[in-house]
């Protein structure tokens, strides 16, 4: 008999759309519980309670708030902040949840377990990344993969003279929000422990903080590209010969 084709493509580019969903689900159940935090903090300033803001110091400051039986709160106001708490832990679980989901394709996938190893790139930015890139060889290079992401910098030209601006910011919008937390993470280590990284260390003294955070979200962006597009793990899907 003769060679069969199967092309894996469509279901890798299913596979690809599906973790995707997962990603943007979960961004959505992060962006709800955000909104609902400030909403509790809204109506509790207007009592006069202050509260940092952030999850952690919501599930440790309210509930005390609540069963502090001496601060003249009403009944009702009581049973609404209870509703509003209860409201975000079930938001808090989803995302907990659509995270696992996503660890676990990570895990799965070869490509995204490699971006991983990269200071700065996690499992759910590895996941993001491979699934949102696809083929790397759709872009030309690093830098045009980086200007996709809205990471490289605007540019203004007068007189024959180009006057480099701050990032363009019109690219995608979650992965790049990813790599710069990434690499604002990377930073922050550096500034603490230097010998981790001197030539980032040196650039630290040399330009301003996040300055230094977007290049270097910039150049993992790069290498980013590399690996996807010439390593021999990359993720490209090939059709698959079968003999029958």
Same mark, same amino acid.
């Given at each position: 008999?003769?060679?069969? =084709?199967?092309? #894996?493509?469509?279901?890798?580019? =299913?596979?690809?759309?599906?973790?995707?969903?997962?990603?943007?689900?979960?961004?959505?159940?992060?962006?709800?519980? =955000?909104?609902?935090?400030?909403? !509790?903090?809204?109506? #509790?300033?207007?009592?006069?309670?202050?509260?940092?803001?952030?999850?952690?110091?919501? &599930?440790?400051? $309210?509930?005390?708030?609540?069963?502090?039986?001496?601060?003249?709160?009403?009944?009702?106001?009581?049973?609404?902040?209870?509703?509003?708490?209860?409201? !975000?832990?079930?938001?808090?679980?989803?995302?907990?949840?659509?995270?696992?989901?996503?660890?676990?394709?990570?895990?799965?996938?070869? $490509? &995204?377990?490699? #971006?991983?190893?990269?200071?700065?790139?996690?499992?759910? =930015?590895? &996941?993001? #990344?491979?699934? &949102?890139?696809?083929?790397?060889m759709n872009f030309k290079n690093g830098r045009q993969l980086a200007a996709w992401l809205g990471i490289v910098p605007r540019q203004h030209s007068t007189g024959g003279k180009a006057t480099l601006l701050g990032i363009s910011k019109r690219g995608h919008t979650y992965l790049r929000t990813l790599l710069i937390h990434g690499a604002r993470t990377v930073i922050c280590i550096v500034e603490h422990k230097p010998e981790k990284n001197i030539c980032l260390k040196k650039l630290l003294t040399r330009r301003n903080k996040n300055v230094a955070i977007v290049a270097l979200a910039n150049k993992n962006a790069r290498t980013i590209w590399a690996l996807l597009a010439y390593d021999s793990d990359r993720s490209r899907p090939q059709a698959c010969t079968r003999q029958g």
């Open positions: 008999m003769g060679e069969v =084709t199967v092309h #894996l493509a469509p279901l890798w580019c =299913t596979n690809r759309q599906a973790i995707l969903s997962v990603h943007r689900a979960r961004q959505g159940f992060v962006k709800a519980r =955000t909104a609902q935090a400030n909403q !509790i903090l809204g109506l #509790l300033a207007k009592f006069g309670f202050a509260i940092p803001q952030g999850i952690g110091h919501i &599930s440790k400051r $309210v509930p005390e708030i609540l069963e502090d039986g001496e601060n003249n709160l009403p009944g009702s106001f009581r049973l609404l902040i209870q509703r509003l708490v209860d409201h !975000i832990k079930e938001l808090d679980r989803q995302v907990g949840e659509l995270g696992v989901k996503i660890q676990l394709w990570h895990r799965e996938n070869a $490509v &995204s377990r490699k #971006l991983a190893e990269m200071p700065g790139i996690g499992p759910m =930015t590895a &996941s993001a #990344l491979v699934a &949102s890139i696809g083929d790397a």
